[in-house]
DNA sequence: CTGAAAGCGCTTACAG
DNA sequence: CTGAAAGCGCTTACAG
């Protein structure tokens, strides 16, 4: 570990030190309140003014203090974030939806990572991140135990996928996408229709258990008993061998293409022909198109989910009094059938077989 | 879109109000500043005293305005982070540890998306990010042209995976990624090694070229044209069916893994047995081991990238003046290779293949 | 169109 | 161990 220690000063002030309005007002000649006005893009400043403002602006590298800013006015350009394993499927891209639709509305996102989703883990981080911020979304609440969730009094919060919690709610709709699933795998010619579903404790699981359930039912079809994975390819493929044992197996919808990975590589090593023997489903549609074979799934919007939750954030947070504005239906963006070659033999990439059409 | 809205009041008290130390102060019976004290955790309290501060904070629901505090004080708590493609690969699994390693140190983490990982976007995103915070990370920097990169002055900064830019740089060792690579195909009897490196402005693509490209010439061996796709997946599919149609490609080094589900895709397509036609190997080992046939990868350690990162920034942050201590060798990570069946025929999950040992 | 005054909520010396 | 005073940098009325 050799380290050249150099030493490279950029200036003459220390690194907090920035340039103030009173500062800039000096150079110009104003005030700083014509700073200000500047600065906040007010028209009521002479063009001439404003030139030599935005002049000395430039020459000092100022920028407004967002302390001083938000202390003053009372209102935080903060929005806090709390999520979890973001490097599970879904979450990193609906992270990327609300930081892209939160800056175009003027909002920064302070990201605070909870240790999983129990309601005590998000209870824990709620309380660091609540502090200064104008409201808060919460990811990846992974209970079905939401009433022990304790939320900061005084402050707009939305939760993504929650139910019977009195916030406004977007995300997902789990069962119409369970449905699609059991349908079409139904529709494909399979007696009944095996689930790998997330852990028992998961609200998304649930709602997508129960929809798997009421389809079969309606359809006087065997309930088989349902798997539970953790949503990792691992506990996927331990489910995936379980399944892939049992001779009577025609089709599996797996409750996220993660662990959906893992079932295809169980049944590649049984000998299963996918989608011959045993045909599959995923949800959230991401990497599925290039597992082998490409896996059906069910496409989430996961930006509309995003700017859901932004736009029911912030329109609570534009409310003049703790009115819950939003307390309603939750706001459900259904997900699409992906059609793909692991549950109809029929569907093949057209490119991938130019030059030798049978 | 029916929208039952109701009104359900949270106390008496506007969203934006909250308790302040002066309220406190006045139901403790003691001075805002005895507040403060307790607030900060000094110990030149009357533990009696503090009791009652506990308690009047708990009954408000105080905790600091943390405007005001960062007004005072001059410190921000606040690390800027800046990223792009969040769901890509690895980017997510980092953007975990910096946030768990600022948080243990007492910063929140505000985290700006650019639009794309060049110069000019990069610059955009941290003109707007860098008020308030207390220092910079910078991730994602996917272009070659790193002198047209405008960091900002008097504000410590620290950017991952870069090189010749005067600021510290925490990374992973991709050359010694691509060797092990590369000498891991060449070991497995290939005559050379086919590459599919990303984009052509990424830095870290050409990292990982150059030291194919050195292995390769060390070695002795012929050098292929590498292909170029744009890390995802269809890329790889794309510049897999050049290689596939091929005959004299006997292994392929895919610069992410991304793009190697694409080659894999490609290769199944075309009806190449891999390994025993082709072997591959990817780079990141995210999702890799799920694949099929389970793919061979360097294993990057994400966290220690993170964490890496954040220190080297708080060491800069806790620099009294403006000098840039860590203007240093940039530090590396080295990645680790993970060998799976789709570069060695001789690796079978031994799970896989209980009760049928041949 | 521009400026003097006041104050957001906190913490840092300084007294006692 | 506790409190009165001052000020961080900004913006919001209010004058002119």
Request: a negative charge; aromatic letters at 4%; proline letters at 5%.
């Amino acid at each position: 570990m050799s380290e050249v220690s150099t030493s490279a000063p950029r200036g003459d002030l220390g690194w907090g030190r920035r340039a103030t309005a009173k500062e800039v007002a000096a150079l110009a000649g104003v005030s700083p309140q014509t700073v200000s006005r500047v600065a906040n893009g007010l028209d009521n400043v002479l063009p001439e003014t404003r030139e030599r403002v935005l002049d000395a602006m430039a020459r000092l590298g100022y920028a407004p203090n967002a302390a001083a800013r938000a202390l003053r006015t009372g209102r935080s350009t903060n929005l806090g974030l709390i999520a979890f394993q973001l490097s599970r499927t879904g979450e990193a891209h609906i992270i990327d939806a609300i930081c892209s639709t939160a800056r175009a509305r003027g909002y920064d996102v302070v990201l605070t990572t909870a240790a999983d989703g129990s309601a005590e883990s998000l209870n824990r981080a709620m309380v660091g991140a609540r502090a200064g911020v104008a409201g808060l979304v919460v990811l990846g609440l992974e209970t079905v135990a939401v009433n022990h969730l304790r939320l900061p009094a005084n402050l707009p919060v939305v939760i993504a996928d929650s139910r019977g919690l009195s916030v406004p709610t977007v995300g997902c709709d789990q069962a119409e996408g369970a449905r699609l699933a059991v349908e079409h795998l139904l529709a494909g010619g399979a007696r009944t229709v095996h689930l790998v579903a997330g852990p028992e404790t998961s609200l998304q699981s649930r709602q997508r258990l129960d929809s798997w359930c009421q389809v079969l039912l309606a359809a006087g079809r065997e309930i088989p008993t349902p798997l539970h994975g953790d949503w990792s390819a691992e506990s996927g493929y331990l489910a995936g061998r379980q399944l892939a044992a049992d001779a009577g197996v025609e089709a599996i919808f797996v409750a996220n293409d993660e662990m959906a990975g893992g079932v295809l590589r169980a049944l590649h090593e049984a000998g299963r022909r996918i989608p011959e023997d045993v045909a599959v489903v995923g949800f959230d549609d991401v990497d599925a198109e290039y597992l082998w074979p490409p896996l059906t799934s069910l496409r989430q919007d996961f930006r509309a989910i995003g700017e859901g939750l932004v736009a029911a954030l912030l329109e609570q947070v534009a409310t003049p009094d703790d009115r819950v504005v939003g307390l309603r239906e939750p706001r459900l963006i259904a997900p699409t059938l992906v059609v793909r070659a692991s549950s109809t033999p029929t569907v093949v990439p057209v490119t991938a077989r130019e030059g030798r059409k049978s």
